[in-house]
């Protein structure tokens, strides 16, 4: 049996992606079962035949095992101990498909030409299956699943009733659009081409095949292609740094893990990162349970009519932007060049463009900030005004028992959109805060908080602070900015039934303190640390905070925290003299290694 595609002359970053070299026979190994499901069976049975035949081709051996999960189909398992760096798999190229094999393939080939690379590997994916024995693919295309639970399988009653107030609606049925006209398109290019199985290439079939290809397909950044991975589309998905890619020298796709597997543990890739929710799940039919990647995806563009225009699109351009943009909104965080952009569509004043800077998170005028900051709140509420349900309508639906898979799914994805949305808002509130307000002779807008802020600055000054004193004022301070939330969410045409509980405080101001998500924090911490003479904990909404009298701040969790002082962000706190809130050193450096969002 014929294994490889005849060897390519066609490469990338000057290295042949198929060597064509003949691999080495090894003897066969067994596959073995580390915890065996019933689902699957059949499947299963194919991995092993797949493994076998593999291996008469001179598959190097992997430290992994094809196994079934109930809750995730088939994946693999350590067959030894394994530390975080090993390669888990190393897989020679010539047993990958690519755009390369498409391209020379002898029946899909002239179809394919010019289309996305995924549409080429499915058609490669119907053709293979669809020859079956006589394939030189069978052991492999066999172990593929007939579908996938794919939000572009679900019925169209399904995607209305359970993505409705999701951006998933959206983004599903232009994906089906763009699909039928793929498709309505290779029909008529195929039509003439007597080798290919024109009676089984139905818009269901196709699109069932582009869903399998979609979730298994991994991405190759170093490569920059999508590939089909023996062994490693076998691999389930855990949130991590652990990525698939091509390693050119080496001319092997390769799975470096990243922490330690113990002989029989399920070894896990980390898939596409920089997706949004909705489209990881539309990918692959499940969602990432951790919040870390959630996110949704806001447009911004220039005004209509706008005289500066051109001035504008210049200056996108310049920093790779384009008209409109769109920016992702993660749970906690939000890319400065966001705000920039939207600042820079709100100028009427050329002068002012000096003041742009897509690096830095800079106010450019008062009344500019204030359009900025209330044009993205306006977007967000839009957005979550979309669904009439609220946020505890979703997690009461969750509670329920009796939902279905796609119900729970929707629920949760939902839900997620949801949270992101409110958060944000709430960082839009919290940057408002101090711009919000009467606008002043002299055109600036004053601070409504400014009463506050001058009894905190006033505290602040002061070496010593009397129990009584911190005790009175943090109780003043928060009826005040609960009152002063309630005001705000209603004239903003918001629900402020959660307020109280966001702002709930323990009436002893007991070690735990839950200030919630609104307000001033660092004036919180700043009281929380007076107020205690040791050590405390503070909790902020699901944030940990470690406080110490007279000592830092310090992030306890991994998530970037926005300490926010009415839009002066907590580690510009440090510069004061007695406020020495921070953030720590380890959310720092995370908060660094995030380049796709900043702190709110
Ligand atoms: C590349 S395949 C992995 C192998 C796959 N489990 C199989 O049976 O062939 C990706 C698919 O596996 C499933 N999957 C992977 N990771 C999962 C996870 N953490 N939770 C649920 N399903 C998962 C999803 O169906 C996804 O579309």
Excluded at 364 to 373: A, G, H, M
Excluded at 460 to 486: A, F, H, P
Aim: net charge neutral.
């Amino acid at each position: 049996m014929e294994l490889l595609a005849p060897p390519s002359l066609v490469g990338f970053r000057g290295v042949a992606w198929k060597c064509g070299a003949k691999p080495r026979r090894l003897l066969p190994r067994t596959v073995w079962l580390c915890r065996a499901s019933i689902v699957d069976e059949e499947r299963l049975d194919a991995a092993r035949d797949m493994t076998k035949w593999l291996q008469e081709q001179g598959f190097p051996q992997q430290p992994l095992l094809v196994s079934s999960f109930e809750d995730k189909g088939l994946g693999c398992c350590a067959t030894r101990d394994l530390q975080a760096g090993d390669a888990a798999l190393s897989i020679p190229e010539n047993f990958t498909v690519t755009a390369v094999d498409v391209a020379n393939h002898p029946v899909i080939s002239s179809a394919a030409e010019g289309r996305d690379e995924l549409v080429g590997l499915a058609l490669w994916l119907m053709y293979e299956q669809e020859r079956s024995q006589d394939s030189p693919w069978y052991p492999y295309v066999k172990v593929f699943p007939a579908s996938t639970l794919s939000l572009l399988l679900w019925e169209q009653e399904e995607q209305e009733e359970l993505l409705r107030g999701s951006s998933a609606l959206a983004k599903v049925k232009d994906q089906l659009t763009s699909l039928r006209q793929t498709f309505d398109a290779l029909k008529d290019t195929l039509k003439d081409n007597k080798d290919f199985p024109m009676e089984k290439f139905t818009f269901s079939a196709f699109k069932t095949a582009f869903s399998v290809v979609l979730s298994r397909a991994v991405y190759l950044p170093s490569a920059e292609l999508f590939a089909l991975v023996p062994f490693g589309d076998l691999i389930n998905h855990e949130s991590s740094r652990s990525l698939l890619d091509y390693d050119i020298e080496e001319q092997k796709v390769k799975l470096a893990v990243d922490k330690r597997y113990k002989k029989g543990d399920q070894v896990f890739a980390s898939y596409a990162q920089n997706l949004t929710s909705a489209d990881f799940l539309i990918r692959y039919g499940f969602l990432d349970e951790s919040d870390e990647n959630d996110c949704i995806e806001i447009e911004v563009g220039l005004v209509s009519g706008d005289s500066l225009a051109p001035l504008k699109r210049e200056i996108l351009q310049e920093v790779g932007l384009t008209v409109p943009q769109k920016f992702p909104l993660y749970l906690n965080r939000f890319p400065t060049q966001l705000l920039t952009y939207t600042r820079l569509a709100r100028i009427q004043d050329s002068g002012l463009f000096a003041k742009i800077t897509f690096e830095k998170d800079l106010i450019v005028s008062q009344t500019n900030e204030y359009e900025t900051l209330m044009l993205l709140m306006a977007d967000c509420r839009t957005k979550l005004l979309s669904s009439s349900d609220t946020m505890e309508d979703e997690m009461q639906t969750l509670r329920r028992k009796n939902l279905s898979y796609k119900q729970r799914v929707a629920a949760q994805l939902r839900l997620k959109e949801k949270r992101i949305l409110t958060d944000t808002m709430s960082a839009l509130r919290n940057r408002l805060a101090p711009i919000r307000g009467i606008p002043t002779k002299s055109g600036n807008l004053k601070d409504p908080n400014s009463d506050i802020r001058e009894m905190f600055d006033m505290v602040e000054q002061r070496e010593v602070v009397n129990e009584t004193v911190s005790k009175g004022l943090l109780q003043w301070y928060c009826w005040m900015i609960l009152d002063r939330e309630r005001t705000m969410r209603l004239s903003m045409g918001l629900d402020c039934k959660h307020t109280s509980r966001q702002l709930g405080l323990k009436e002893s101001f007991g070690e735990e303190v839950d200030v919630g998500i609104s307000g001033k924090w660092a004036w919180q911490c700043f009281l929380i640390r007076h107020h205690h003479g040791k050590e405390t904990n503070a909790t902020i909404s699901t944030k940990s905070f470690n406080v110490n009298r007279g000592s830092q701040v310090s992030v306890t969790n991994r998530d970037e925290i926005a300490i926010d002082c009415g839009g002066t962000v907590v580690h510009e706190m440090s510069t004061k003299p007695k406020a020495q809130c921070n953030l720590s050193q380890q959310a720092a450096a995370e908060n660094k290694r995030k380049d796709n969002g900043r702190c709110h």
